[in-house]
């Protein structure tokens, strides 16, 4: 422009042009890992499997990825705390190792988060981790002494204390709550023994002449579930044979022609009572069964020793009552079930049975081991053992169980295994880690360029977890490989005629039925 134009009206102008100016902040490492507590407390039962996840502890960090990429660790691991592990990553800490209540009662474990932090370096936190370790009722009560030993004169007076036993056990609570018994040998009810506190009484008449010598066997059960026992033995050998009943005849003749001499008749080669043929006492000499006979008749006759010989006969009817000495027997020794992942607490898997032969005995059922993080309950209705879930199932942590089921009458029991394989469900949607991705792209990229790779994770497993991806809108400038998430140009783009690009992305699993996360990818 010349001033001539200038003079004549014309307007001075100045050419201006713009830029894209990007400012990029590097993040530095100014934020401690926080932990979600700083004190966390656990119970955990006594001889857990190894492996057991006790509990998890979680951190985080206000700080970039690179800053904030926090690993777990336990600083004091040693001594006693060997038997637990962290999981670096995700916090979760483990049995490693057997926890025995009657060594160390109660853990504290100091964990540290460390978030790996370069800039100026990593920083780090501390969180305490109570556990206490409940009783289990692993031990059996122990006597002071494995047999006791004691001389009682004939002419004692009854209601007199002629023993102290003590037995102890390790265990706590009801599970170390001892109680005593007598299971054998106090066959005509002269001794009796406190429960609570073992001291043995004299409560009736001894005899010399009828039995020198006493043989008892006393039990310590402890109140666990189930109980646990012990036995021991008062006293040495005893005369054979248990005696039942005393049969005497009565002659009113003299010498010879009184003395009386007593047999059985109408008795098999295997019959289990026998009678001293000089004072009609009638004992046990064999094994009695009431689940095989549980009633005897048979006659007894007194001989003299006469010329001629003279006799009388007794009938005699014995009931035999029933004592505890059947085992409960499981119907099955194992059951095998299947249950799917998603179903509801309170769902029916199986009904075990035992059957016990004696009379009037009462079975009760508990799982006793393999009921890993307490899944399972079983209570104890119509003579069976119904097995409910207790607990909401998750096929990836455990995908199969091997439940321990007792049978148990008070005394005796059996066992059975029930096998339970969890089905997979689809109960978790894919997700993508962020519901909003922006990406710059320049305008001329070859066509296929791959310009961005999304990704979401699903927390199932197999064909739940199988993700496909999907554009909700056909915008032809772009593609998304289904597998991969990749997302790739089509066509050439122009700035000029379209700035920004806003796909909305679906990532759908496989599972049935289908779950899906939606996200939103904006190209600059």
């Known amino acids: 422009m010349d001033q001539g134009e200038a ?12 830029a894209t100016l990007t400012i990029t902040v590097s993040d530095t490492n100014d934020h401690d890992p926080v932990f979600e507590q700083q004190d966390y407390k656990e119970s955990i039962r ?3 499997e190894i492996g057991y996840e006790v509990l998890t502890v979680r951190a985080t960090d206000g700080d970039a990825p690179v800053n904030g990429n926090i690993l777990y660790h336990i600083i004091n691991s040693n001594g006693t705390n060997d038997v637990f592990e962290i999981d670096s990553r995700s916090g979760v800490i483990r049995t490693k190792g057997l926890v025995d209540r009657e060594e160390v009662d109660s853990y504290l474990l100091i964990v540290e988060a460390n978030d790996q932090g370069r800039d100026p370096g990593p920083r780090s936190a501390t969180a305490i981790v109570h556990i206490v370790v409940e009783d289990d009722n692993d031990n059996a009560p122990q006597f002071s002494e494995k047999r006791y030993v004691v001389q009682v004169p004939e002419d004692m007076n009854p209601n007199t204390e002629i023993l102290q036993v003590t037995a102890t056990d390790q265990d ?16 005509r009810g002269q001794f009796y023994i406190d429960a609570q506190t073992g001291k043995m009484d004299l409560v009736s008449h001894l005899d010399y002449e009828a039995n020198k010598e006493y043989t008892l066997r ?19 050998e005893r005369s054979s044979g248990y005696s039942i009943i005393h049969i005497q005849a009565v002659d009113a ?38 689940e095989s006979v549980d009633f005897y008749n048979f006659e007894v ?13 007794a009938s005699i009817s014995m009931t035999i009552l029933d004592v505890n000495d059947n085992n409960p027997e499981f119907t099955q020794k194992a059951y095998y079930m299947r249950l799917n992942e998603d179903a509801a607490v309170g769902t029916s898997v199986v009904t075990v049975s035992a059957v016990d032969q004696d009379i009037n005995s009462v079975v009760t059922y508990q799982i006793s081991s393999g009921n890993t993080r307490n899944r399972f309950s079983i209570t104890s209705q119509s003579g069976g053992g119904l097995i409910t879930l207790a607990l909401p199932l998750d096929y990836k942590l455990e995908r199969q169980y091997m439940l321990t089921v007792t049978a148990s009458d008070g005394t005796r029991f059996d066992t059975a295994k029930v096998f339970v394989n969890v089905t997979d469900a689809n109960t978790h949607r894919p997700v993508f880690q962020s519901s909003h991705y922006t990406v710059n792209i320049n305008e001329d990229r070859p066509v296929g360029t791959t310009v961005v790779v999304i990704s979401a994770t699903d927390d199932d497993t197999g064909e739940n977890a199988r993700i496909t991806y999907f554009m909700d809108d056909s915008i032809p400038q772009f593609d998304i490989d289904q597998d991969t998430g990749a997302v790739t140009t089509q066509m050439e783009l122009d700035y000029e005629d379209q700035v ?6 679906t990532a759908r699993d496989n599972g049935i039925p289908q779950k899906s996360d939606t996200t939103y990818l904006r190209f600059w």
Not at 255 to 283: A, C, H, K, M, Q
Request: glycine share 10%.
């Open 46 to 48: 006594e001889n857990l």
């Open 301 to 313: 006759e007194a001989r003299d020793h006469g010329y001629p010989v003279m006799s009388s006969s």
């Open 500 to 505: 920004s690009y806003t796909l909305a992305i």
């Open 253 to 290: 003749d003299s010498g010879d022609n009184s003395r009386l001499e007593y047999r059985l008749t109408e008795t098999t080669s295997n019959f289990p009572f026998s009678i001293n043929n000089s004072t009609g006492w009638i004992v046990v000499a064999a094994e009695l069964d009431r």
């Open 172 to 187: 706590r609570g009801n599970n170390a709550m001892v109680h005593f018994s007598i299971m054998s040998g106090n066959t």
């Open 218 to 236: 006393i039990r310590a059960q402890d109140g666990g579930r189930p109980p646990l026992s012990n036995i021991s033995h008062c006293s040495g």
């Open 7 to 18: 003079g004549r009206g014309s307007w001075l102008t100045t050419p201006t042009a713009m």
